[in-house]
Structures are given as structure tokens and as C-alpha cells.
């Protein structure tokens, strides 16, 4: 990837090309558990995609959470919440307050709270994000968000709350579970009709 990079850049790429091997790069990095080296390049990354396209940009912004996750990762949790808090006004500017979107940077920035100690404000932003994501029925996140609002409320001693969580957690997964093996069951016929119309019709 840094061979590419430094190709691109040889040949005069322009920004959007340079930064989307950043990206790449950002991501190869941070899975390789790198995450202070990330750190630089998502940095860039954001700088470029705000050059080119301003910085309320979909993909600036992108970056710019990107950015966010790579600081968090690294171990500067107040640089990663000023980003965030950023990123979390631009995505409401462009969304809306109910969109996905940002219950993604809500999600995030509760994370990061957490690790800042601030509690209270992670259990509220974990609240936003699930009201969101129930209401969307995005039901992975839900369950997700279950788990780590029961792991802030156990660490403030909140143990009946925690237990709440977890319980809610699991019922939201199993209930899911069901919910898909339903649908294979019911689609299997439609399936095997599909298949032998296609084939042997």
C-alpha cells in the first residue's frame, strides 16, 4: 500500500486517489493492531478530502470519524472526543438527528466518554444511539449497545441496571436468531421452486 501511495504521489494523483489509499491503509493498520502509525495518515486523509471537497463533505466527514477511531485506538481519548463531537454536529447538519449515521458517531463517542470517565454522559449517548437503531431495527446495534451500556452501569455500580442490559442483550439476540431461521424456513419452497423452474422448465 505505501508502494502505491508513493507511486500515486510520483505521478501527481490527485488528492481523492491519495486519500482513499490512505484510507486503505488506515484500515490495514488499525486491523494490524498499528494504531499510532494510522494516526498520521488518517489524518492527511481527512486534510485531503477537506481540500478537495470541503469540510462538510460525506466523504470528509467519513474521514474524519475514521480519524476519530484511529486517535481513540491510540490511546488519545480527548482528541478523538473533540473530533467526534465534531463529526456528530456535521452528520446532524446532513442527516437529521434519527438517521443511522449518527447513532454510529453517538455509539462512538459514548465509547469514548466511557474511557474519559465520563459515565453519565456515555449512558445517555448510548440511549440516543439504541433509540435510534431500534427504531431503524437495526437490531446487531441494539443488542451491541445493550452490552456496553451494561458494562458503564457495572462500572459505576449500578449492578440491578447492568443485569437489565445483559438480559436485554440476549433476548434481542435470540430474538433475532429466530427471526432469521424463520425467514430460511420460509423462503426454502420458494427457493427449490425457483431452482427447478429455472432448470428443468
Not at 477537506?50 to 490511546?75: C, R
Request: glycine share 4%; net charge neutral.
Amino acid at each position: 500500500i505505501q508502494k502505491a501511495l508513493r507511486q500515486i504521489e510520483s505521478m501527481g494523483g490527485d488528492n481523492v486517489a491519495i486519500a482513499d489509499v490512505l484510507n486503505t491503509l488506515v484500515r490495514i493498520l488499525s486491523k494490524s493492531g498499528r494504531h499510532k502509525e494510522a494516526v498520521p495518515h488518517a489524518r492527511r486523509a481527512h486534510q485531503l478530502f477537506v481540500s478537495e471537497h470541503g469540510h462538510d463533505s460525506s466523504m470528509a466527514v467519513s474521514a474524519q470519524y475514521n480519524l476519530a477511531l484511529a486517535l481513540a485506538a491510540a490511546g488519545d481519548p480527548l482528541e478523538a472526543e473533540q473530533v467526534l463531537r465534531e463529526v456528530l454536529s456535521l452528520r446532524v447538519s446532513m442527516y437529521g438527528r434519527e438517521h443511522t449515521d449518527v447513532a454510529q458517531v453517538q455509539h462512538a463517542l459514548a465509547l469514548v466518554s466511557r474511557d474519559l470517565g465520563k459515565h453519565d454522559n456515555a449512558c445517555d449517548l448510548f440511549k440516543l444511539s439504541r433509540s435510534i437503531w431500534r427504531h431503524q431495527a437495526k437490531w446487531d446495534m441494539v443488542a451491541l449497545s445493550c452490552r456496553d451500556s451494561s458494562r458503564v452501569m457495572l462500572a459505576i455500580g449500578d449492578v440491578e441496571e447492568a443485569i437489565r442490559l445483559a438480559e436485554r442483550e440476549v433476548e434481542v439476540r435470540a430474538t433475532t436468531v429466530c427471526l432469521t431461521i424463520a425467514i430460511m424456513v420460509f423462503a426454502f419452497p420458494y427457493k427449490c421452486i425457483y431452482i427447478f423452474m429455472r432448470d428443468f422448465i
